[in-house]
């Protein structure tokens, strides 16, 4: 017979024991959930620059992912479709740095400009830069109807606004990433793109989302309710239609699992459209030589590489002069033109030189792609 005073400390481990049995999977599957952040719940509380909003929602990232097609837009709208299509070095760089590090499926040009002028581009006669883009391999035209009406019976007069309207419904369409010929890939995305989330924006300098850098499959819902969105808001307003509805519907979304990611400033857009920086993004130093000083067309130039950070340094000494920006945090950079700052003729122009002299932060952040051109003979100092 089993004394009393025994008894009562076995039947309390028996219990605890089976406790343990249930509690133990519980933990494991706690402990493996994943939490994305989310993005301040309005345009009031936007969180600060360079941070990582605080999650308003808990939603859990689905177990079906969509992986974001491999499929770059881009979209040139004339006024005249007769016109030229006129490309220059800038527009050649943008879609052949994303070319080399996305390495897409496919690159559309949406763009309603007649037969003419594309054979005229294709050919050079419209310049150099035109015949290499239409040179870049996997360069596809799509012809575009322009609206020239929003839903709503307002007239869209701006050749800008146009572009709106063609390049959220191309992405609805057909699904992939949309970047403006302002935007600069300076690494892949692929990982981006396989997240498992139906779409993807970043904000810009105050908060608001941008809308010259975007992804989704295709008919995701964020460009979905973007388009009813864009129809029933438009004004004329610089960007009510656009940035304005896309960071309200993005943010709504949120909620939702897998339905939207939002990055935070740095990875699209970590510059802005003032004068401090844009001083800062495109001014030449002359603290620093030329790239090209006691070179000539033809000699090889140096590569210069990023630095992995093993251990911890406040400074590394190969990080660059103090003026040089770090773009490790970003992936593209959307590189605003002075067009709203004073005396925005001193600004220098994007030209092969100017980047290869790798004397600037713009400069700096797109040599790599430029020394490439430069290998290959597509591009010469003075061109």
């Not at 936007?46 to 177990?63: C, Q």
């Not at 993807?200 to 300098?205: D, E, K, L, S, V």
């Not at 800062?280 to 033809?298: C, E, F, I, K, Y």
Request: proline share 7%.
């Amino acid at each position: 017979m089993i004394n009393r005073s025994l008894g009562r400390p076995l039947v309390g481990c028996l219990i605890f024991m089976i406790l343990l049995l249930f509690l133990i999977p519980n933990y494991d599957r706690a402990a493996s959930t994943i939490i994305p952040s989310q993005p301040a719940s309005s345009q009031n509380d936007a969180p600060p620059i360079g941070s990582v909003p605080a999650p308003a929602t808990t939603p859990s990232i689905p177990a079906a992912r969509d992986e974001i097609p491999n499929i770059l837009h881009f979209v040139y709208v004339l006024a005249d479709p007769s016109a030229d299509l006129v490309f220059q070095f800038k527009h050649y760089l943008s879609l052949y740095a994303a070319s080399h590090y996305w390495k897409p499926d496919k690159i559309y040009l949406h763009t309603n400009a007649r037969e003419e002028a594309l054979s005229r581009a294709r050919a050079g006669s419209s310049g150099k830069w035109g015949r290499l883009v239409f040179d870049v391999p996997g360069v596809v035209v799509n012809s575009v109807a322009v609206p020239t009406h929003a839903n709503n019976g307002q007239e869209i007069k701006n050749i800008e606004h146009k572009s709106d309207f063609v390049r959220v419904k191309t992405v609805a369409d057909i699904g992939g990433i949309y970047i403006d010929f302002d935007v600069y890939a300076l690494r892949d995305i692929k990982l981006l793109r396989a997240t498992g989330f139906k779409a993807i924006a970043g904000r810009q300098y105050e908060g608001k989302i941008n809308s010259g850098v975007f992804m989704g499959v295709k008919d995701s819902k964020m460009v979905r309710l973007w388009i009813e969105g864009m129809h029933d808001r438009y004004t004329g307003g610089w960007t009510i239609h656009s940035n304005d509805v896309l960071t309200r519907v993005a943010e709504k979304l949120t909620s939702e699992p897998g339905e939207v990611l939002i990055m935070e400033q740095n990875a699209f857009a970590p510059g802005s459209w003032y004068e401090e920086d844009e001083l800062d993004l495109w001014m030449p130093h002359d603290d620093v030589p030329s790239n090209l000083a006691n070179r000539t067309q033809g000699d090889a130039l140096p590569s210069f590489h990023e630095q992995t950070f093993d251990t911890w340094a406040p400074k590394d000494k190969d990080d660059g002069p103090d003026w040089a920006r770090d773009w490790s945090s970003s992936y593209m950079l959307h590189a605003f033109g002075p067009r709203f700052v004073p005396n925005r003729e001193k600004y220098p122009k994007i030209t092969p030189r100017y980047v290869l002299e790798r004397r600037s932060n713009f400069a700096r952040a797109v040599y790599p792609i430029a020394k490439e051109m430069y290998d290959k003979g597509l591009i010469e100092f003075d061109d």
